[in-house]
């Protein structure tokens, strides 16, 4: 598969005077960032090899034997190379997980700052974060790294990998995922994420991020926050009054501090405004949504603008989807921990690649990038990519390519209603509620 489709030098096009990926991930650094490792002439260096496991990330099949079946046929590999994985396994374990992830979280920042004032909120940046969780192969290994669910016994279930996302409302980028060990580790994680976090951004998530010692350290480095309450009680008897359900209030600082301060300071008080609308879906039982924020403007912040703000959080789960869903994060498939933590970042280098795309075709036809399908834009990137691109072909194929994405829009279906149920029954297997080793044993006796 010629990967290498969408990372072309980009002054190959500017000099025709064409649309281009300005904020795309040229070759040059590419090869700038993973090297010659080695110093050796190999036939899987380490842009080569790059490119082929970035084409197995997108890909359906995500073999390695489809992978090198794919570069074959593409011509990324000459014909004398082996049809055999093991060199191309070989070359991936080269690759370093540090170099990986530099690769994937540029990727997404630059598609991050490529966000026009028009397409922020209110011209700000608003990220987004979230914690979720994939699957692994269940060996020695990754149990020790990624310990199972304790309430699974020994033998029956699958490590798991946590990890807190940051993304970019305007765009969909991802910025980063950090990972970890053991379910509600999320906070932890989503604090290790905060270089990532300027002046004047804006912080969108749910009631665990609302805790008073996050919200004191954010608004003094000049971040805002808007978030559900959590667990706090939300009275709106007192307080700056802006309306029934709107006014500002002091938090003060809780007497008992979490450890994970060390020697931070926290302000004594934090002015925050406490806001609550209400929200009817048709088929739905009419619901109240209360909300604190730092943003106190209730002139340039209304209710209705934090509002919209909130339900654009929506998209983050649907980020999620695409990224563990549609291209398969959700089950990785390597077995060890160093091995794991390298898919994760080719996924997250596939994910941003191919918002690329959304974004530069939205772009061109003047439509929201919401309006545009992540499974679409990933099938027509594959269609093109399966076949060998020169560099005379490949103006024309590109600029084809953000046509037909163009063209290809989502129905606009604002009062959708629909059951998150499935109707066709898988098959009924028993679960594995014993070691495999033991049910082994049982049928060999049967037998």
């Known amino acids: 598969m010629d990967m290498s489709f969408i990372v072309r030098k980009a002054e190959e096009l500017e000099g025709r005077g064409q649309e281009i990926l300005k904020f795309a991930l040229s070759m040059e650094r590419v090869q700038a960032v993973l090297g010659n490792l080695g110093g050796r002439d190999r036939l899987y260096d380490p842009v080569t090899t790059w490119l082929i496991f970035l084409g197995q990330t997108l890909s359906p099949d995500h073999s390695c034997r489809n992978a090198i079946a794919q570069a074959r046929a593409a011509?990324?590999?000459?014909?004398?190379?082996?049809?055999?994985?093991?060199?191309?396994?070989?070359?991936r374990e080269r690759l370093e997980e540090q170099t990986l992830r530099v690769l994937a979280t540029g990727l997404g920042e630059?598609?991050?700052?490529?966000?026009?004032?028009?397409?922020?909120?209110?011209?700000?940046?608003v990220l987004v974060p979230d914690g979720s969780s994939v699957s692994l192969p269940d060996t020695p290994a990754n149990q020790d790294a990624y310990p199972q669910p304790s309430t699974q016994a020994p033998g029956c279930g699958f490590p798991v990998m946590y990890l807190c996302g940051l993304m970019s409302l305007a765009s969909g980028a991802f910025l980063d995922f950090e990972p970890g060990a053991g379910n509600g580790n999320e906070l932890p994680l989503w604090r290790r994420l905060w270089h990532y976090l300027r002046p004047g951004d804006v912080i969108l998530g749910d009631g665990k991020y609302s805790s008073y010692a996050d919200i004191a350290l954010l608004h003094a480095k000049g971040i805002d926050v808007v978030a559900r309450p959590g667990c706090r009680k939300i009275d709106f008897r007192g307080g700056k009054v802006f309306c029934t359900w709107d006014h500002i209030v002091e938090w003060k600082r809780p007497k008992k501090l979490p450890k994970w301060l060390g020697d931070e300071i926290l302000s004594e008080t934090i002015r925050v405004r406490e806001l609550c609308f209400h929200v009817e879906v048709p088929g739905f039982r009419r619901e109240t949504v209360?909300?604190?924020?730092?943003?106190?403007?209730?002139?340039?912040?209304?209710?209705?603008?934090?509002?919209?703000?909130?339900?654009?959080?929506?998209?983050?789960?649907?980020?999620?989807?695409?990224?563990?869903?549609?291209?398969?994060?959700?089950v990785l498939r390597t077995k060890t921990p160093v091995r794991v933590r390298k898919?994760?970042?080719?996924?997250?280098?596939?994910?941003?690649?191919?918002?690329?795309l959304m974004l530069t075709a939205a772009r061109k036809v003047r439509r929201p990038v919401s309006r545009f399908s992540f499974q679409g834009t990933r099938q027509r990137l594959l269609a093109v990519a399966y076949c060998h691109c020169n560099?005379?072909?490949?103006?024309?194929?590109?600029?084809?390519?953000?046509?037909?994405?163009?063209?290809?829009?989502?129905?606009?279906?604002?009062?959708?209603?629909?059951?998150?149920?499935?109707?066709?029954?898988?098959?009924?297997?028993?679960?594995?509620?014993?070691?495999?080793?033991v049910l082994q044993q049982k049928l060999r006796k049967v037998a």
């Open 75 to 91: 011509g990324i590999l000459v014909r004398e190379a082996s049809v055999h994985t093991g060199a191309y396994c070989q070359a």
């Open 110 to 125: 630059t598609l991050m700052e490529s966000e026009t004032c028009e397409e922020r909120w209110h011209g700000r940046r």
């Open 391 to 437: 560099s005379r072909t490949f103006v024309r194929t590109y600029r084809n390519l953000i046509h037909d994405i163009a063209q290809d829009l989502n129905p606009y279906r604002p009062s959708r209603v629909e059951p998150r149920a499935i109707k066709r029954r898988k098959k009924q297997y028993d679960l594995l509620n014993q070691p495999r080793t």
């Open 343 to 356: 898919e994760v970042w080719m996924y997250l280098a596939a994910y941003n690649l191919v918002r690329m």
């Open 290 to 330: 209360t909300l604190v924020t730092t943003l106190l403007d209730s002139e340039e912040y209304s209710v209705e603008d934090i509002a919209e703000l909130f339900f654009g959080r929506w998209q983050m789960e649907l980020r999620l989807r695409d990224v563990k869903t549609v291209l398969g994060m959700d």
